[in-house]
């Protein structure tokens, strides 16, 4: 079984909707990290969460952790095209390793 | 500050054929990644280098992926001999230490598509 479940697997929204991802995990969650990668691309760093109920934002896009559901949300307002693609969430563990979940694969209508 | 470099961007060979990835970090960044993805999938650590020391190669199938980063800088994935389900993006990453509050910065990544 996999230590992190994302969901939904994939999403079609209208340009303008809000959307929300949500990554939980099998694990005490001491760290984790969001990542977004377009197709034939590398993964590119959003935010790294540390502490329980610690909540972040980067233009328009929120997270959130919460320790004791183990899981965190990702949020993203008035969604864009350029939100387009898939968002990865990774568990922190020890020296830095990080355990990637399977993704969601996020498309923008517009 | 230049990313992650990492070559050839796509490659196809033949099953049972070897071939070799080159990566180099970002400058002066102690640690490095190697992660397979297969389609559909989150990328799988392979292998975790600081400096030029193994950290965890748990998950490396040493019987036919080797890894090496002899002067700490960048860094070489090979295989040898190739098989169908090697097939998938292979994606280096580095890090300024082995923190936990440290990022991964990624490269675009090497696909590879065995015939």
């Known amino acids: 079984s996999q230590e992190l479940e994302q969901s939904p697997q994939s999403l079609i929204v209208q340009e303008g909707k809000n959307l929300t991802i949500n990554c939980t995990s099998s694990?005490?969650?001491?760290?984790l990290y969001w990542y977004k990668q377009k197709y034939g691309e590398g993964l590119i760093f959003l935010m790294m969460?540390?502490?329980?109920?610690e909540e972040k934002s980067h233009e328009k896009i929120t997270a959130k952790l919460d320790e004791k559901k183990q899981q965190s949300s990702l949020h993203i307002t008035a969604s864009q095209p350029s939100h387009a693609g898939i968002y990865l969430c990774?568990?922190?563990?020890?020296?830095?390793?990080?355990?990637f979940g399977t993704g969601t694969k996020l498309q923008v209508i517009p | 500050e230049a990313g992650v470099a990492q070559s050839p961007r796509y490659k196809i060979i033949e099953k049972r054929q070897s071939v070799a990835f080159w990566c180099n970090p970002i400058?002066?960044?102690?640690?490095l990644y190697w992660y397979q993805q297969i389609l559909g999938q989150g990328p799988k650590l392979l292998i975790q280098?600081?400096?030029?020391?193994?950290?965890?190669d748990s998950q490396l199938p040493k019987d036919r992926f080797s890894a090496e980063r002899l002067k700490g800088v960048d860094s070489t994935l090979k295989i040898q001999p190739a098989k169908l389900e090697d097939s998938a993006v292979y994606l280096c990453a580095s890090s300024l230490s082995g923190t936990d509050n440290q990022p991964q910065h990624f490269g675009d990544g090497t696909r590879l598509s065995i015939l």
């Open positions: 969460l540390q502490k329980g109920g």
């Open positions: 694990k005490t969650l001491y760290g």
């Open positions: 990774g568990l922190s563990g020890g020296y830095q390793k990080v355990t």
């Open positions: 400058s002066g960044h102690a640690t």
């Open positions: 280098f600081q400096n030029n020391g193994v950290v965890d």
